[in-house]
């Protein structure tokens, strides 16, 4: 997976990265820690000597630094009494073309190894795994490889298939051909058609350029940064990708992936010693230091400010034609390895451009001369020297002047006037908020975290050193109250080096890649002899004669099904009413001095024609002002007070029918106890007097939400597809377009559009009528046991400060189904005291039918998707369909899509809704791969699969059904969806009786034509062959 310009994310960002946790989270308990604190520097374990020993307090850890003796690779273990452990290695990969070198070679090392030399380890230990989390990342100067896992032997598995992937791959040419890029026929059996260019590294490029941001932030890095490889683009560009010969693939693996050029992450409750053992056994131990020529020199600074003009297609679903054009102006700043100068500059971006107190958005947002900051905007850490960079998108090309003006003079009023100590204080509480704030994937997120500055031999410890790093902020503003305007005049008014850069759409963009893409392919074409073609033929058939063969994985390791654990852990709960009439569900957890609360609040008496507008009520709702503060003061409190403050419209299916749901809001926040009952009176105050009549500042997030969803289809296009193709399956499927589907995107384009939004506006206090009462709704606490009299009190006063109805409202569809949720007292989920009673509505009259939907795009890729209606969570064949989706990825789609195919992924799914999606990614095809889904059903109905495949499925289905669950989350679905630790049990022993006659015989009963009914829907560019099919409708 390539990430192009990822920000090493803010500190503000990536600590809370993931959303789920730990089964046992014992944060007090410091087993962990303890072990690793009796380490000494100078000891010597398993051919590594420990160099460092530092409690991090702060991230409840202890960190250890070696270095491995013989090779000099380094070492970072990371003690945390946390399940979920975490193993990563980390080259530094320093392309000097745009070949994609490094991106293929991830790819390509994933092939086959010499211990595991059967095709494609990487994909077939994800069934073979309890992994939960596997992939790989090509940055810009580095190739990363993580995995987690809460299971000790399965750690140990998948250690020793990433490092024999890593030091000892096969590279073999085929591999290369099918990862990377090759010349092949367009029917490989058939060499009478075309030669063209595949390859699945080549694809995702194609996909990846098809965004015009990433278009920008490759850009603006190249032109930055020019002298070295930050002006080349490490993924690969798509014509120059056919240039990198596998020859040069194996070069550059001899000379980065070494141990010498090596960064070894660890992370968890597992013991360290085991770790060092086996990877100097089974690795390290084979090699002999070198000096690795990989480092990246200084960027030699400018003498005055450069300019640059770049085009992009126009984008069809942003709003406003004419206003297509992005500019930024972007400096470069010191390196990422001074780690105060480093955090500090990073705080002062969030000051400059974070939330609506900023100058930035003050200045530029609110000019309404654009519709969102550029992107990249803000420190980007990513690369040896930051940078930073701010600007609009969405502006006239007759602007852009104005805009450069706006950001000069933005820049001397902060010099003259700084900022103020409430937004100083608020950015310090965020920090303190998120380093108590518990995610699942908390290794991995520290992973991220310190891989750019470590890459470049900076002090991974030193970073982790937040509390040491705010107490010397706040000392530097002490002693000098203009430490941070003395910043802004250092980096941004007397800094030469300064990049303007501008992109405007071109009509014919994608005409012109098309183009240079075929005359690259024919100078490849002509090139070739007679000879060279006939090979060129040969190899076709021999990659797919090799991707046609049954693969022999028995080399690789496997845990059994007998390892997963047969019963789940249960969550205690308890219920109380608060105000005598609203249930409230509380979860006592370890959640470290943190207030998790969430409210759930029914649409079902909202009127028809309000419903498309729910989703952007939901976004404007805490931006507004709310009570005497104006939008400015509300986000100041929030970021005060709270972690965040956010509202979503929610689409919950019902766990026995297909054709019921609960349709409602969620509205969730967390706080530091502290601060509890001021986040209770913010939602007290947002819910009685929320402030609707800020049309100009309305107006402005109008524009930014419609901006974001038109931006982030290229990355979710297979999402988009399948909630499409899902439309007409189920009553929920229909409400579910309108909330997330492109119906939205269309409409928030739409809106954006208005030269008058008053006609929106005025809906959204109708919207709030229905909304922000007590009526039919339920609330939920996960705080320590300690916290809880507190919580239930301010739970208390927010519920008795709400509006009721005065005359009781009707639902709008008359089928409601009143269904009380089970209060599990059998020793699990046991809610003491009250009933939980949630209000479903039902559709008698519904009846399913077939829709194929194209939305015609221009990009270069497809995303396909076909929807079937199934079976619903509680029967069993909802589990035998989910072990059969896990089979038809692993087994078929994989084989059909992405090797054969070319496509970056594909795959089958089964939703908790009870709907099956078969998908494709970035896919170069679009009607062969609806054929390959229809082979994919054949294959399963013929039953072409063995007991280990059965088995290595029921893995990966468990994998994810026992992935890690943060004490935030903890009694979520409970709450949701009223699903009681009991019938989740049920179902865990129905997946476990999943077997061979009931996979087939689920393949026959839903997903054969005219068993069951189906959806269709493609997202991709003209189709010939659809366009003169009258049963699509082409959009």
């Known amino acids: 997976m390539w990430r192009c310009g990822e920000r090493a994310c803010g500190v503000l960002r990536r600590l809370s990265a993931g959303s789920a946790d730990l089964r046992a989270w014992r944060w ?83 092939c086959g190894s010499r211990r595991f030399p059967c095709r494609d380890p990487f994909f077939k230990m994800l069934n073979r795994s309890l992994s939960t989390f596997m992939n790989a990342f090509t940055a810009s100067d580095y190739t990363l490889y993580p995995f987690s896992t809460q299971n000790p032997k399965d750690f140990q598995n998948l250690l020793s298939v990433y490092l024999d992937a890593a030091f000892f791959p096969c590279l073999r040419e085929l591999d290369f051909w099918q990862e990377g890029w090759r010349l092949e026929h367009e029917n490989p059996s058939d060499a009478q058609t075309p030669l063209v260019f595949k390859g699945v590294v080549f694809n995702e490029m194609k996909g990846a350029f098809t965004d015009n941001e990433r278009i920008f932030s490759q850009h603006l890095q190249n032109r930055l940064l020019p002298d070295h490889t930050y002006s080349v683009i490490s993924g690969g560009d798509p014509l120059c990708i056919p240039d990198l010969t596998w020859e040069q693939l194996k070069q550059f693996h001899a000379t980065h992936y070494h141990p010498s050029n090596a960064r070894f992450f660890t992370y968890g409750n597992f013991p360290l010693e085991q770790h060092l053992k086996q990877i100097h056994e089974e690795a390290l131990s084979k090699f002999q230091k070198i000096e690795p020529s990989t480092a990246v020199p200084a960027q030699k600074p ?156 900076g002090d991974p410890v030193e970073l982790l050193k937040l509390g040491s790093q705010v107490a010397q902020f706040r000392q530097c503003l002490q002693e000098n109250p203009k430490f941070l305007q003395e910043k802004v005049r250092q980096y941004f008014k007397n800094n030469q080096h300064k990049l303007t850069l501008s992109m405007k759409p071109d009509d014919r963009y994608s005409e012109k890649q098309t183009q ?15 000879k060279d073609k006939q090979q060129i033929y040969e190899k076709g058939l021999e990659l797919q004669a090799q991707q046609s063969k049954p693969q022999d994985a028995s080399c690789l390791p496997a845990l059994k099904v007998s390892d997963i654990e047969p019963t789940i852990p249960f969550t205690e709960l308890e219920v109380g009413l608060a105000a005598g009439e609203i249930p409230v569900q509380y979860c006592a957890q370890p959640t470290n001095g943190v207030v998790y609360f969430r409210a759930f609040s029914s649409l079902n008496t909202l009127p028809e024609e309000l419903r498309p507008y729910v989703p952007l009520f939901c976004s404007v709702l805490t931006k507004l002002g709310c009570g005497v503060l104006d939008y400015r003061e509300q986000a100041q409190q929030i970021e005060l007070k709270t972690g965040g403050m956010t509202a979503s419209a929610h689409v919950l299916p019902d766990d026995s029918h297909l054709d019921t749901y609960e349709q409602g809001v969620l509205f969730s926040s967390f706080c530091l106890d502290r601060n509890l009952p ?79 939004v008053r006609p929106v506006l005025r809906k959204l206090p109708r919207i709030r009528k229905h909304l922000l009462t007590c009526d039919n709704m339920r609330c939920s606490v996960n705080a320590t046991p300690q916290q809880m009299s507190q919580a239930e009190k301010a739970v208390e006063n927010f519920i008795g400060s709400l509006s009721r109805s005065k005359k009781e409202r009707k639902p709008v569809r008359p089928h409601v189904v009143e269904k009380p949720v089970p209060s599990g007292l059998g020793g699990s989920t046991h809610a003491s005291g009250c009933q939980v009673t949630r209000k479903l509505i039902t559709d008698p009259t519904f009846s399913p039918c077939q829709m194929k939907t194209h939305f015609l795009l221009p990009f270069p890729v497809n995303y396909v998707g076909e929807c079937v209606r199934t079976a619903p969570y509680t029967d069993p064949d909802h589990a035998s369909l989910k072990i059969l989706a896990c089979l038809m990825t692993a087994k078929f789609l994989h084989t059909e ?139």
């Open 28 to 110: 007090r308990s410091d087993a962990a820690c303890a072990r690793a604190l009796q380490y000494r520097v100078g000891e010597k374990i398993h051919g590594f000597t420990v160099s460092q020993v530092t409690p991090v307090p702060e991230l409840s850890l202890t960190a250890v630094k070696l270095s491995h003796d013989s090779t000099g690779a380094r070492y970072l273990h990371l003690a945390r009494e946390d399940t979920n452990n975490l193993f990563s290695v980390q080259f530094r990969t320093t392309p000097t073309d745009s070949t994609g070198v490094p991106h293929i070679l991830e790819h390509t090392v994933l």
């Open 302 to 457: 400018w003498d005055k400010p450069r300019e640059f003009q770049i085009t992009c297609a126009p984008d069809s679903l942003a709003a406003g034609s004419s206003r297509q054009t992005t500019v930024s102006v972007s400096f470069l700043l010191p390196e990422i390895t001074d780690t105060f100068e480093a955090f500090t500059l990073n705080l002062l971006s969030s000051l400059l451009i974070g939330g609506p107190n900023s100058p930035f958005y003050k200045a530029l947002i609110e000019s309404g001369l654009g519709t969102d900051f550029s992107p990249d905007v803000g420190y980007n850490g990513c690369t040896r020297e930051a940078y930073f960079s701010v600007g609009l998108q969405g502006v006239s090309e007759k602007d852009v002047q104005t805009v450069r003006d706006i950001i000069d003079r933005t820049v001397d009023d902060v010099i003259e006037k700084g900022f103020e100590d409430d937004r100083i204080e608020a950015l310090l509480h965020k920090i303190e908020i998120q380093m108590k704030h518990q995610s699942a994937s908390f290794g991995l997120a520290l992973a991220s975290y310190i891989a750019s500055c470590w890459n470049h031999d």
């Open 516 to 530: 240079m893409e075929t005359e690259k392919l024919k100078q490849k074409v002509n090139s070739l002899s007679l």
């Open 678 to 756: 001021d986040m209770m009176h913010l939602w007290s105050e947002i819910f009685n007097n929320p402030c609707f009549e800020e049309e100009e500042h309305f107006r402005v997030l109008v524009k930014m939400a419609a901006q974001e969803l038109s931006n982030g289809i290229p990355d979710s296009g297979h999402l988009y597809a399948s909630v499409r193709a899902s439309r007409t399956l189920t009553p929920a499927g229909d409400l579910q377009e309108t909330f997330s589907g492109m119906d939205q995107v269309r409409l928030m384009k739409r809106i954006a559009e208005m030269t008058d």
């Open 897 to 1035: 899509i992405r090797e054969k195919g070319g496509a970056y992924g594909g795959g089958a799914k089964l939703s908790r809704s009870g709907v099956f999606t078969l998908y494709s990614y970035r896919d170069p095809h679009s009607t062969e791969t609806l054929q390959s889904f229809a082979k994919a059903v054949d294959w399963a109905k013929s039953g072409r699969f063995t007991q280990q495949d059965i088995d290595e499925a029921k893995l990966s289905v468990f994998s994810a059904v026992d992935a890690p669950v943060a004490p935030s989350d903890k009694g979520l679905e409970h709450f949701l969806y009223g699903l009681s630790d009991e019938v989740k049990q049920a179902h865990r022993e129905q997946l476990f009786a999943v077997h061979r006659e009931g996979l087939i015989d689920v393949s026959n009963k839903y997903l054969g034509l005219g068993k069951s009914t189906h959806g269709l829907a493609l997202l991709g560019p003209e189709n010939a062959k659809i366009a003169k099919d009258p049963s699509w409708i082409i959009r």
